[in-house]
């Protein structure tokens, strides 16, 4: 199975794609966005320390992600992976090409979710998430079914981010433009790069990293 980044700015819709490959095509969510969030419900010094960074929206250092990748990559088999919110940085990118070199993997394909900053601060402030399984609604574009169940799993723990406020995220935009952006250019050069169209609704968008996927898988 293909290996793919999702790139694009918090809001584009990363993890609500993942989730889809995951359902469709058996492919695997690796965020680390979800391995931070469980990891600052630790307890431990670690844990305090990156919650503290993550609610401001800045981003947590290089090392301790390229870790949390390194470890959920070297307890896995085979690939199909969806890279969502990792690499963040042109030092992650150099660090994933190297782990997936180690495991005779690679990298088929990067998808960049483009979107208008406009609609982002509407999409981030009404989400919310199941706790339990990771699926993402929105209040107004996206609502669970029955209201306080998720649709996915029927769990009833759902929950807003710390992090999905108006303030945080233009931190976050910031973070993205000054560190992330640079990889559209680096992913282009190694002739992975596809753009879509992430203002699509829900479907449209699957159905195009499907189709980049069913090309370049
Ligand atoms: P996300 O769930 O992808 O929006 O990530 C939430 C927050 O976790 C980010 O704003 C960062 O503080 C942190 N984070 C997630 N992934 C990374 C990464 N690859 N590099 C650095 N920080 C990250």
Redesign the pocket.
């Known amino acids: 199975m293909p290996n793919v980044i999702l790139l694009g700015p918090?809001g584009a819709g990363k993890g609500t794609q993942a989730k889809r490959l995951e359902d469709e095509r058996g492919m695997v969510q690796l965020?680390?966005?979800?391995m931070?969030r469980a990891a600052r419900t630790s307890g431990t010094e670690m844990g305090r320390r990156v919650a503290e960074?993550?609610d401001r929206?800045?981003?947590?250092t290089d090392d301790i992600?390229i870790g949390l990748i390194g470890e959920r990559l070297s307890a896995s088999q085979g690939g199909g992976f969806i890279f969502d919110?990792?690499?963040?940085t042109l030092k992650?990118a150099d660090a994933l090409a190297a782990l997936l070199d180690r495991m005779g993997q690679r990298l088929d394909a990067v998808i960049e979710m483009q979107v208008d900053d406009a609609v982002l601060v509407a999409r981030i402030t009404g989400r919310y998430i199941c706790g339990s399984c990771g699926a993402v609604y929105h209040d107004t574009t996206r609502p669970t079914r029955v209201a306080g169940v998720c649709d996915a799993c029927g769990s009833t723990d759902l929950r807003r981010r710390a992090?999905d406020t108006e303030e945080a995220l233009k931190q976050?935009l910031l973070e993205y433009y000054k560190k992330t952006s640079p990889l559209i250019g680096y992913y282009y050069a190694k002739g992975l790069l596809t753009t879509v169209d992430g203002l699509a609704d829900m479907d449209a968008v699957g159905a195009a990293v499907a189709a980049v996927l069913d090309r370049r898988g």
């Open positions: 918090p965020s680390t966005g979800d931070l960074v993550m929206g800045e981003l947590v992600v919110g990792f690499p963040r992650q992090d976050r």
